[in-house]
């Protein structure tokens, strides 16, 4: 069973980022995008991190795609982009490289070590198992104990990021803009 | 077990606060509440400190050694420092009269600052101040103190030219601050030293390994003499000492605060701290720490005779009195030292706060001749003034008598020329001390009040005589100013009470320190029949000095001239052989070094300079502004390194 | 039974697929997307590896990647919005004046 539910969901990622990548289309992309976010929240419950699994559908699929889908509605970007070209020259050959060698080398690197070879959750005791505390309970006991600070920490980034956006992203003063305008060009 | 003695870190947290919250709101609060917070948070630093002697003595005498743990600060290996407070004897001896002197000085300072543009910059820089100090005290580790020991040093400096406008003031804190620079290497290769040779810089850790490995008499001397020199920097021993007098441009709390009461006793407390290396060094390194005491004591002495400005006479007079305490800690008389240094923090603190009243009241100036017959006019300041200085002058029953008296009892047994000289210094000490009480409070006034010549007279009145003398309107100080005053004046006349030498049973402050000392306190060598002789002669002595002020500044038996000699009135002339020392071979020296610095060091940086623009003109090419081969050129990293990891990992 | 290098390598193929997409593609939406394909990769590795020797800091981590992740979307995105305010259409190869 769960070898079926892991081919699946590895195939709708995969499928998923190869759409991201390739689709000519940045709303296509955004919507493949989803694919692999939905195929990796399940692969999260396959790994028993129930938690995460519901953030990363609540989070990533309902707040940074739509986001992301709104700049695009925003910005009305509907011009195709042209995949067919690329004005760096050596940029696809290059990169292609380093795609092959950043796969390759890791598969190495597992293949040869040991870390890999075992099936997951029996190297030592089931996180399941400690205490008998749900996934939750044991997340937010190590959240609020060892990690409060990094923790209150992201909070600040967050209201930073928020602010900033806004500041970016304000229209500014309309004699501000003619300037700057005639300064571009 | 938890006890009040874990409150310790409440001590140095009052005074940071109120650092903190002065930063961010001082000029919202402005005068006088800026000051009345840092008052505040002195004064909850001193209940806390109470606090923590209470619980201290709650404990048994041998276990009064209490190390409190914050947390890891510097975790590198071998080396590993902690923020943690040692609370024994000692540390809370000095850390109550700190904190109790110092909020007395802050409440003080509400006056006495008053309408001055950086008020509330004034109290930021005091809190600063108290926090490093309890920070030098409290520490359990060499390199806590030496952070409060910069710390305080770097107070002085910012409140030494806290008129920074005026050059002289300017200049005055720049000579501390490079003369500081002296002591603190002292301080900072003796306590690497000290890491090489304990494999610690914690206080418990060295000396308990100290006490079961030994060490060798000529480490111990070594790092003894270099913490002499840190020693000497700070409380203005000779050489070092020449920084003192000109701190006094600073404002008058600081004077009393910092170059009186607190910070200057700090080398007496590392000293007096690191006892067990004292004790374990060769036996003329205490000699060595007792006759710069006492010749800075005697020169100082000397010196504070024939100056004319009222806190330089006070600042000598520091000096002379700071010789006295390392004059106790060479002869091993550790509790006379930190006796004599609890009782001076009354008495000088008082002085230099009635010396403040009294500038003050005198329109800011400082020079006693022009003062005289002020103590009708500022009824409050000369009484308490007239007990501090009885207290100096070592006149029993008050404070100073007692410590003094405990010190030169050591100093004869130690040496009989040493006490001699000691004794001359405390014959001089009354002598100055009286002269100055005199000219400033008795005798004719050398001021004309203002109120007798209103402005329009002042052209026709300049024939007489009487108007070559300047126009001044004594007033006495508002009550935050006189408050501090009678307390402190209370204070040096009862704190002997602390320390009485009749028996065993009454030496509180000696039973108290015991277990900071580890048994290395001096035992005087002749019984009680010898001290009551010594006694007598120190009474006798101080007695004579006032009589002799008394012969010389009212019956004018003698003329001053004669013995305010110039030489002296020059401070030996230390300072020139400095300037022209520095000035002749050492200003060659420099200029030399001024020469190699631009051909050979220049030479290489311009080099290096040429070489990168060289560089950078080339490799500018490769910025393409390109966002996506940036980060190929990343990518590219990424996995070189991973390639790196898996070959070293032996595959 | 599925083991633990099948996830591990499932999350190198999409990391690999991220990474060229972050340089190939010239769109800075997409690029933020490839982004975030990269992230997602590491998160599950990260959760693997906790799994793996039973230790919650790995999902706790996966956390921190998240909250990290959606702020610098934020951020990126008033970006673009920016961007595309001054120069319509404007590409990751259109912004250049950085160029030395």
Partial sequence: ?185 | MSTLVDLVWLIPAFPLAGVLILMALGRRLGEPRAGWLATAMMGGSFIATVLVFIGLVGHEGDEREIVVTLFEWVPAGKLAVDIGFLADPLSITMALFVTGVGALIHLYSIGYMHGDEGFSKFFIYLNLFAFSMLMLVLGDNLLLTFLGWEGVGACSYLLISFWFTDEANASAGKKAFVTNRVGDWGFLVAMLLAFLTFGSLQYGEIFFDLEQNGVAASTASAIVVLLLVGAAGKSAQFPLHIWLPDAMAGPTPVSALIHAATMVTAGVYLLTRMNPIIAASHDWVPDLIMWVGLGTALMAATIAVAQNDIKKVLAYSTVSQLGFMFVAVGSGAYVAAIFHMVTHAFFKALLFLGAGSVIHGMDGDQDIRRYGGLARLLPITSMTFVAGWLAIAGVPPFSGFWSKDEILAYAYGENKVLWLLLLITAILTAFYMTRLVLMTFFGSPRWVSGDDHAEGDEEADTETDEDALPHRHPHESPWTMTVPLVLLAGLAMVAGVSNLPFTSDVHFLGNWLKPSLFGNEGHLSFGGGTQWVLAIVAIIGSLGGVSAGAAVYIRRRIDPARIEHPFLARAWRVDEAVTNFMGGPGRRAFERTTQFDEQVVDGAVNATGTLVRRAGTKLRSSQTGLVRSYALGIAIGAVALLVWFITRAGF | MVTASWYLILAAALFTIGAVGLLVRRNPLIMFMCVELMLNAVNLTFITFGRELGDIGGQVSVFFVLVVAAAEVVVGLAIVVAINRRRPQATADDLSALRG
């Fill in chain 1, 1 to 185: 069973m769960e070898t079926a539910v892991f081919i699946v969901c590895a195939a709708i990622v995969l499928a998923g980022a190869l759409g991201v990548v390739l689709a000519r289309n940045a709303v296509h992309a955004a919507l493949s995008l989803v694919g692999t976010l939905f195929g990796m929240a399940v692969l999260f419950l396959n790994l028993e991190a129930h938690f995460l699994a519901a953030v990363q559908i609540i989070v990533y699929a309902g707040a940074i795609v739509v986001l992301f889908l709104f700049v695009i509605m925003l910005l009305g970007v509907d011009r195709l982009e042209d995949l067919s070209v690329e004005p760096i020259t050596g940029q696809r050959v290059l990169a292609a490289i380093v795609g092959l060698g950043t796969f390759g080398l890791a598969v190495v690197f597992l293949l040869t070590s040991d870390i890999g070879a075992r099936s997951v959750g029996t190297l030592t005791r089931d996180i399941t198992d400690i205490g008998q505390y749900s996934n939750l309970r044991q997340i937010a006991d190590v959240l609020f104990t060892d990690y409060v600070y990094a923790f209150e920490a992201t909070a600040a980034l967050l209201t930073i990021s928020v602010v900033g956006a806004v500041v970016m992203s304000r229209r500014m003063a309309r004699g501000d803009e003619a300037q700057e305008a005639a300064e571009d060009d």
